[in-house]
């Protein structure tokens, strides 16, 4: 189990793959040999053919052997962790939320780790949008373990959807001490600070955290995900306004390479006709894979980016009826995020330009 922990972790971390990484590829294969030479639990070959099939891209395949594993062992933490990462790469919302409800009442307080199913079940209470019941459950469990960062991550969260903006910078800095040694879901907790600012319109507070934190921790990392926070971030700044990004994006593998065709390429596609000004094609891009843009995974936060590229592309497009389509997005952004500071900035240039 050893080997399938260290090289699971290094899988589910995405900052590299069996496709792209022979070293990592050739660990993966050692472990499957080994599985195969020795003799080993059932619960223990689930989990080698589970890892296995996720070095694959196979991710809902793999998932469903991790659940297979807690239906029998609910208390196993590694199956839970990876089946969690794999649902947050797929955007199962709801798979998010489920598999922990269903393994909750196995687990007591006096077990390790009991206080970090708290964070987990939060995340997807957040992600199914229910904000009032993840908040309540990601105190909870900081009420047991304040460095949880995935607790705060999950608060953050709430936040940042709800718009609760002085709340959620209060939040941060008064937790910041709790967190801020949590390696990548810091660096992570950090862009969920600056977005804060860049929501308030405080643009030199979030770019003073993207230089000190956010930019600083993915130069020394080289890791994926915190280079999706940095450019994202730097994108959100450009359709303010405020800074220029050059940025570069790569289709996912495996699984993802339909979702690289259908969406990926659109998506890049709508970003880079925005940069040359092209915004009636932008809308043209984005608008019919809106809706789908879930099955990319990650976070609603995270793909928010989406939202307000397709937002200022429909206000900035010379076609009334674009226009009138950015309106509507506005009002709806609305109802889901009242008293947005960033939503009121959009309606007030929405109205000078007469939309």
Known sequence: MGRVISTGLNLVSTSSSAR??????????????LANSQEISPRERLHVKAMELFSHGNFPKACELWEDILIDHPTDMLALKFVQDAYFYMGAQLQLRDSVARVLPYWKPHMP???????????????????????????????MAPGDAWSVHSVAHVYEMTAQVDKGLKFMESREK????SDVLASHNYWHWALCFIEKGQYEAALEIFDSQVFRRCKATGSMLEAVDASSMLYR??????????????????????????????MCQAMMEYDRGNYNRTVDLLLPIRYRLVNMGGSDAQRDVFNQLLIHAAMKSEDKHHQKLGRGLLVEREAMRPNS????????????LHI
């Open 20 to 33: 792209l990484d022979e070293s990592l590829a050739s660990a993966v294969r050692r472990t499957v040999e």
């Open 178 to 181: 709790d967190w801020q040694v």
């Open 237 to 266: 700044l450009e359709l303010e306004g405020k800074i220029r990004a050059d940025m570069g994006i790569e289709p996912g593998v495996n699984l993802q390479h339909q979702m690289g065709r259908t969406i990926g390429v659109p």
């Open 113 to 143: 780790l009991f206080s970090y199913l708290n964070g987990m079940y939060s995340f997807g209470l957040m992600e199914c949008r229910l904000y009032d019941q993840a908040e309540k459950v990601a105190m909870e469990g900081l009420a």
């Open 341 to 352: 500071p960033m939503t009121d900035r959009l309606m007030q240039r929405a109205l000078a």
